[in-house]
């Protein structure tokens, strides 16, 4: 599978953002997908992942529910949306997939995108 992460860009503090990550194929219900996440000169995290039939997902616990992962399989497309977005959050944003039900590491990546928050 093949993902494209899109939706970054420049934002204002508090205001809200919606990235995409598209997948090729027609599988795409059979990963689940993760996002992650890299800020300048800090090492990559995990923010949060979703199930291939979309019905259960896991946030990191410095998310406090500002972000909600979502997928439409239909458009093999999963979402992050991003709400009261901080400057600390300012990072490229990676979607990557795994076989569902597969406890090995994320084998496929996406490119990135780009989000800055300024204050």
């Known amino acids: 599978v093949q993902l494209q992460a899109s939706g970054g860009g420049l934002v204002q503090a508090g205001d809200s953002l919606r990235l995409s990550c598209a997948a090729s194929g027609r599988t795409f219900s059979r990963y689940g997908i993760g996002w992650f996440r890299q800020a300048p000169g800090r090492e990559r995290e995990f923010v949060g992942s979703?199930?291939?039939?979309?019905?259960?997902?896991y946030y990191a616990g410095f998310m406090k529910d500002r972000f909600t992962i979502s997928r439409d399989n239909a458009k093999n497309t999963a979402y992050l949306q991003m709400n009261s977005l901080k400057p600390e959050d300012t990072a490229v944003y990676y979607c990557?997939?795994?076989?569902?039900?597969?406890?090995?590491?994320?084998?496929?990546w996406g490119q990135g995108t780009l989000v800055t928050v300024s204050s």
């Open positions: 990557a997939a795994k076989v569902q039900g597969s406890t090995g590491q994320y084998g496929y």
């Open positions: 979703i199930s291939g039939d979309g019905g259960s997902t």
